[in-house]
């Protein structure tokens, strides 16, 4: 997600009309802990990094601008790495891989903007294999990460809204591959509690994450400091608010959800301003909140075990971090 800095005053509304749901419930904070990177190695020729994510036991970090596009790791870093796939509109290759690494059972997709399509890599013995293209039918180019929900996929629309008369006022799409049919979820809430002129299309921005049984998705508004969790027929199930108070006080300007690290089955990870990240259930519930002691980019996370990544990219040399986790 790109940094967006808003210099508006935050406020608090706890009780507020939902997107068809009921009342907001206020989601409750437990203490923060600190917690201690380690650094784990430089990584001397990463050059122009914009993605990273735990896959079946590999870090990936995509890379813009380069022949070889994907840099693996085996977990756990011992150090070693290669470079694969090469970039390009020839078999088993990509052009333009768009908002990131997606992991999946046995390897990651990536969303290639360059001809529309989402491209799905598996690891077999150390090596990287393209498996499945799919064809998306975009009929404009999605504005935030693509996720599989059931035999489809969902993004972000609420960017749409200033070009599109038939999809305003919904925030997010259904897109059938097979037949290319769009579905508008969500009805954009009608939200004044913490921001502005809550209409706004820039405060509108959040980033999704898909429970992987597909049964449920989450929406993390960034600016609103809200979380909608959603069936995956695209009825609210949870609307939740976070309390600001205690949250980010130590902050000069407005704090938000900045990305989802990684889910699964049982938890979303989310950052949380530049060096909080918090592990939220399926029903709202924060379960934990981590401050690091550095801030990183690029976070994941190896649900595997428990581990934090990211990469520090202010040194003359990008160095790697890790930190355990315990629950």
């Keep these: 997600m790109k940094k967006i800095l808003l210099f508006l005053v935050p406020v608090v509304v706890f009780m507020l009309s939902s997107c068809g749901g009921d009342s907001i419930k206020v989601i409750r904070v437990p203490e923060a802990e600190n917690v201690q990177l380690s650094l784990e190695g430089e990584i001397s020729d990463l050059l122009a990094p914009r993605a990273m994510s735990v896959a079946d036991g590999h870090l990936i970090v995509y890379e813009d601008k380069v022949e070889h596009p994907f840099l693996i790791f085996d977990l756990p870093f011992d150090g070693k790495y290669y470079r694969t796939t090469s970039r390009g509109r020839g078999p088993g290759e990509v052009i333009n891989p768009y908002h990131g690494v997606v992991p999946t059972k046995d390897g990651f997709q990536i969303l290639?903007?360059?001809?529309?399509?989402?491209?799905?890599?598996?690891?077999?013995?150390?090596?990287?294999?393209?498996?499945?293209?799919?064809?998306?039918?975009?009929?404009i180019s999605p504005t935030g990460m693509v996720l599989p929900l059931g035999e489809g996929f969902i993004y972000n629309s609420s960017l749409y809204r200033e070009f599109s008369k038939e999809w305003a006022g919904f925030d997010y799409h259904y897109i059938d591959p097979k037949t290319g049919d769009i579905t508008l979820m969500c009805q954009t809430p009608e939200?004044?509690?913490?921001?502005?002129?809550?209409?706004?299309?820039?405060?509108?921005t959040s980033t999704p994450a898909v429970r992987p049984d597909g049964?449920?998705?989450?929406?993390?508004?960034?600016?609103?400091?809200?979380?909608i969790i959603f069936d995956a027929g695209g009825n609210v199930l949870e609307e939740l608010s976070l309390p600001l108070e205690g949250v980010n006080d130590k902050f000069d300007s407005p704090v938000f959800y900045r990305r989802v690290v990684a889910f699964n089955d049982d938890w979303i990870v989310a950052q949380y301003g530049v060096d909080e990240y918090h592990f939220l259930d399926w029903n709202g519930k924060m379960r934990k909140r981590v401050v690091m002691d550095r801030e990183l980019v690029y976070?994941?996370?190896?649900?595997?075990?428990?581990?934090f990544y990211g990469l520090d990219l202010e040194e003359e040399v990008p160095k790697l971090y890790s930190a355990g986790i315990k629950f």
Excluded: C, Q
Excluded at 115 to 131: H, I, P, Q, Y
Excluded at 132 to 137: K, L, N, S, T
Excluded at 191 to 200: F, G, L, P, Q, T
């Design 112 to 139: 290639d903007s360059g001809d529309g399509t989402m491209k799905r890599f598996v690891f077999e013995r150390d090596t990287l294999s393209m498996a499945e293209v799919v064809d998306i039918p975009f009929k």
């Design 215 to 227: 049964s449920k998705f989450a929406v993390l508004y960034a600016f609103h400091n809200r979380i």
């Design 191 to 204: 939200w004044k509690d913490n921001v502005e002129e809550s209409s706004n299309v820039i405060l509108r």
């Design 299 to 307: 976070p994941s996370f190896d649900f595997d075990t428990n581990t």
